[in-house]
């Protein structure tokens, strides 16, 4: 895994041609994450293809090795994942490092709240400035006992107990708070019930089922959902083929969208309607976007995707979409920048406590590449002309590896090139990015190198 304290690497995207081929995103960062930790908690072995091998999952395959898995990659490029059974998790000998990524952070506090020791978790300088307060608060009243700083932040002790079973509403809409509490549950005599005010992201749910497990998944008048699991259901070991992650190929579809002549395919995408949010509001601003060949792999909705280069209308994106497409605003805020009239954004508060405050630094970095846009307590009203911005901004990442990506992208399409402060972060979710985006004709390239 890379460290990030050496010195940055500043990364600049340039004026480009047309992008065109076909591309093969690295795999889904959210199933990823549970495919390892399902993996080691089931009684048999499971392969895993297509696991994303960015640092914020290799980060979950270290930290299951810790508690007892056998976690290896096979030389044929899968990685096979034994554990020992629900319950079975051994008390890790150190602390465990959780780097850059909250998904981990998250899943795995609620996977060792009902252990019987305390685990003990760090990470990087980013993620001590992240609440874990919305975990710890139901895992609490679950039973664990949790140690922290201010605020809930890292780093922070979890001593596992036995649980109670909870009937929990989440006042946000969270994905990783809701699979934080049903890993908690999995341990836990009785039922556990999640309530969640809008729909998230039900991989959580699939891979549950997947593993041979039942859970009871409940649409409300309200619009929200709520979610029942029995707990000390027995896991099977089932093996999994990663979809392509599609917030990574929401990278390429707004490349594509916002430079004309363009025509790229990325295949082998995951389509869970519970996270297409981008790509249906790219098509709402006129972007040429296709699906191909749906089919379904380990209960997920799967497809390629062909995009065509065009011009893009501004539109209001309705709020209650954001939790299908939170991880994907950074780079809508480029798209908007690039379309022709006004793009409303609002319901994001979720993205004020993100890897950074992704509201605050993406408007700073359109500010600095000249975008018309006024920021929100929620989010972004971007004022396009239909034209390219002026560009030239250099951009502070803040450790966020989409704050990096969404301004390369930016960059390919500019008057002028765009810099960020260090490339390195990209890797937490999407190892060779740069030269993916080169094998399509984009100019990215590291300051030291043509």
């Given at each position: 895994m890379t460290s990030l304290s050496s010195a940055p690497r500043p990364v600049t995207a340039r004026p480009s041609p047309p992008l065109t081929g076909t591309v093969t995103v690295p795999g889904d960062k959210s199933i990823?994450?549970?495919?390892?930790?399902?993996?080691?908690?089931?009684t048999g072995t499971t392969q895993i293809s297509g696991l994303l091998e960015g640092e914020d999952v290799l980060r979950t395959a270290a930290a299951l090795r810790q508690l007892g898995a056998e976690v290896v990659k096979n030389p044929d490029g899968r990685w096979q994942v034994t554990?020992?059974?629900?319950?079975a998790l051994a008390e890790p000998d150190e602390v465990l490092d959780m780097g850059n990524s909250g998904t981990a952070a998250r899943l795995l506090m609620g996977l060792v709240a009902s252990s019987p020791f305390t685990t003990f978790f760090m990470g990087d300088a980013s993620l001590h400035k992240r609440p874990m307060s919305r975990v710890n608060i139901p895992l609490e009243e679950m039973g664990a006992a949790i140690t922290s700083r201010s605020g809930g932040r890292f780093p922070l002790a979890v001593t596992g107990r036995a649980l109670m079973p909870i009937d929990y509403e989440l006042p946000v809409a969270s994905a990783q708070v809701k699979s934080a509490i049903l890993l908690a549950a999995l341990d836990t005599p009785g039922l556990t019930r999640v309530t969640e005010p809008k729909p998230t992201r039900d991989h959580t749910e699939n891979m549950l089922r997947h593993f041979g497990a039942d859970v009871t998944v409940t649409d409300l008048e309200t619009g929200g959902r709520l979610i029942e699991y029995q707990g000390q259901q027995e896991l099977t070991a089932a093996d999994i083929i990663v979809p392509g992650d599609p917030s990574s190929a929401a990278f390429i579809a707004v490349a594509v969208a916002i430079l004309p002549g363009s025509d790229v395919t990325i295949t082998n995408v995951g389509l869970n309607p519970l996270r297409d949010g981008l790509f249906i509001t790219l098509q709402e601003?006129?972007?040429?976007?296709?699906?191909?060949?749906?089919?379904?792999?380990?209960?997920?909705?799967?497809?390629?995707?062909?995009?065509?280069?065009?011009?893009?209308?501004?539109?209001?994106?309705?709020?209650?979409?954001?939790?299908t497409m939170i991880d994907e605003f950074p780079v809508l805020f480029v798209a908007a920048s690039f379309a022709k009239g006004t793009t409303v954004m609002r319901g994001l508060h979720e993205l004020r406590v993100k890897e950074s405050d992704r509201i605050a630094a993406m408007a700073a970095g359109l500010k600095a590449c000249g975008v018309d846009f006024e920021e929100l307590d929620d989010g972004l009203i971007i004022r396009g002309t239909g034209s390219a911005p002026r560009g030239g901004g250099h951009i502070e990442t803040h450790l966020d590896h989409r704050i990096a990506m969404s301004f390369l992208i930016m960059g390919l399409a500019t008057q002028e090139p765009v810099t960020v402060d260090d490339g390195r972060v990209m890797e937490t979710s999407f190892p060779g990015f740069v030269d993916l985006m080169g094998t399509?004709?984009?100019?990215?390239?590291?300051?030291?190198?043509p």
């Open positions: 990823s994450h549970r495919a390892l930790i399902f993996g080691g908690l089931a554990g020992n059974g629900v319950g601003m006129g972007a040429d976007i296709k699906i191909m060949n749906p089919r379904e792999q380990g209960g997920e909705k799967v497809g390629d995707i062909r995009i065509k280069g065009g011009t893009l209308q501004g539109v209001e994106v309705p709020p209650e979409r954001a939790p399509l004709g984009g100019l990215i390239a590291p300051d030291n190198q």
